[in-house]
């Protein structure tokens, strides 16, 4: 099975950065799609950032391009989100999650919870105005 182990989260003034890692393991890190999430109580998790498998292409949700950069590093079989200009409206519990071979949509707004079958713990994000 494939665990998910998040770190990186914090409290920031809004422009500000933070970077979350998200380190996989348990089945070959190349081979996985991982979506970086994002929920507020009482609201569905919205996929926000993602990279497809056997590469480094990467979709982005409108809220947050130009804002936040995926990238996934091979070697240490960890997947980060770089994500500076923090607004208010950023403030959540960010999740990673992970589905093996294929990403489930090519379009990141169609790309939902129920599609990854493992996730990471959430790790919380608050950015003060």
């Known amino acids: 099975a494939v665990q998910l182990v998040e770190s990186g989260g914090g409290s920031v003034q809004a422009g500000g950065s933070l970077t979350l890692s998200c380190a996989t393991s348990g089945y070959t890190h190349s081979s996985l799609c991982v979506a970086w999430f994002r929920q507020t109580p009482g609201k569905e998790r919205e996929a926000v950032a993602a990279v497809f498998p056997y590469g480094f292409t990467t979709m982005y949700a409108d809220s947050v391009k130009g804002r936040f950069t995926i990238s996934r590093d091979i070697s240490s079989q960890t997947v980060f989100v770089q994500m500076s200009g923090l607004k208010p409206e950023d403030t959540a519990t960010y999740y990673c999650?992970?589905?093996?071979?294929?990403?489930?949509?090519?379009?990141?707004?169609?790309?939902?919870?129920?599609?990854?079958?493992?996730w990471g713990q959430g790790t919380q994000v608050t950015v003060s105005s």
């Open positions: 999650a992970a589905k093996k071979y294929t990403c489930p949509s090519t379009k990141i707004a169609t790309m939902k919870s129920a599609d990854f079958y493992s």
